[in-house]
C-alpha cells in the first residue's frame, strides 16, 4: 500500500522556521495536505492543495511541493505551534488517502 | 460555517458492536463525502475509508473490511461507523470528517473514544 514518510520529530527555537518534509511516489501527481494536531484535539487543516492556506490559518504557515516531497514551512515559530503534523494525499489511483506517520514539532 | 458532532465515549467488551454517529449542521449533508479516521493511543492518523453522502455508497480502506460498515441518515444529516465484533486492539479515537472534492479534510468532528477491554 502507498505510504507517506515524514521525520519523526523536529526541534525550533521561538522565532525561528521549522520545515517539515513528507515524501511519496505520488505526490507529483496528487495534491498534499498539512494538519495540526494538539494533545486531547481534533487535527486542523492548515495547509489544502499544496500551497493553499485556508482562511484563519496564519500567514507564517507555507506549503510547497518539488516533485515527491512536499514541505510546510512555519516560520516565526511560536510556542503555540507545538504539536504533531501530518501530511495527507492520495494514491495515483486516487482511490484511497494516506497520511504520514507525522512530525512532532517541539518548540525549544 | 460547517460543524461535525459526534457522539460520546463508549467501553465495551471484546465482542460486542459499537455504533459512533456524527452529525453534521451548517451545510447541505449530501453535498461532500463524510471520510472516518482511526488514531489509535499514542499513534497517527489513519484512513479508514468513506461514505458518498449522496448515494450511501461506501469505500472502505485496506483494514478496515468486513468489521467496519458505514451509514448514512440523511434525514437527520448524520453519518455513522459501525465495528462488530471489538477487539482490544479497537482501542482508539474514531474521526468523522468532512471532505469537499479536492480542498482535504476540511470540518473534523470532536473525535469519539471507544475502549474495549474486558
Known amino acids: 500500500s502507498y505510504e507517506l514518510t515524514q521525520p519523526p520529530s523536529v526541534s525550533v527555537s521561538p522565532g525561528q522556521t521549522a520545515r517539515i518534509t513528507c515524501s511519496g511516489d505520488?505526490?507529483?501527481?496528487?495534491?498534499a495536505y498539512w494538519y495540526q494536531q494538539k494533545p486531547g484535539q481534533a487535527p486542523v487543516r492548515v495547509i489544502y492543495?499544496?500551497?493553499e492556506r485556508p482562511s484563519g490559518i496564519p500567514e507564517r504557515f507555507s506549503g510547497s511541493s518539488s516533485g515527491t516531497t512536499v514541505t510546510l514551512t512555519i516560520s516565526g515559530v511560536q510556542a503555540e505551534d507545538e504539536a504533531d503534523y501530518y501530511c495527507?494525499?492520495?494514491?495515483?489511483?486516487?482511490?484511497?488517502?494516506?497520511f504520514g506517520p507525522g512530525t512532532k514539532v517541539t518548540v525549544l | 460555517q460547517g460543524q461535525l458532532v459526534q457522539s460520546g465515549s463508549q467501553l465495551k467488551k471484546p465482542g460486542a458492536s459499537v455504533k459512533v454517529s456524527c452529525k453534521a449542521s451548517?451545510?447541505?449533508?449530501?453535498?461532500?463525502?463524510i471520510n472516518w479516521v482511526r488514531q489509535a493511543p499514542g499513534q497517527g492518523l489513519e484512513w479508514m475509508g468513506w461514505?458518498?453522502?449522496?448515494?450511501?455508497?461506501?469505500t472502505y480502506a485496506q483494514g478496515f473490511t468486513g468489521r467496519f460498515v458505514f451509514s448514512l441518515d440523511t434525514s437527520v444529516s448524520t453519518a455513522y461507523l459501525q465495528i462488530s465484533s471489538l477487539k482490544v486492539e479497537d482501542t482508539a479515537m474514531y474521526f468523522c470528517?468532512?471532505?469537499?472534492?479536492?480542498?482535504?479534510?476540511?470540518?473534523w468532528g470532536q473525535g469519539t473514544l471507544v475502549t474495549v477491554a474486558s
Open positions: 470528517a468532512r471532505v469537499p472534492r479536492k480542498l482535504g479534510f476540511d470540518y
Open positions: 451548517g451545510y447541505t449533508f449530501t453535498d461532500h463525502a
Open positions: 461514505i458518498n453522502t449522496d448515494t450511501g455508497n461506501p
Open positions: 505520488a505526490l507529483p501527481n496528487q495534491y
Open positions: 492543495k499544496d500551497t
Open positions: 495527507q494525499s492520495a494514491d495515483n489511483s486516487s482511490t484511497s488517502y494516506v
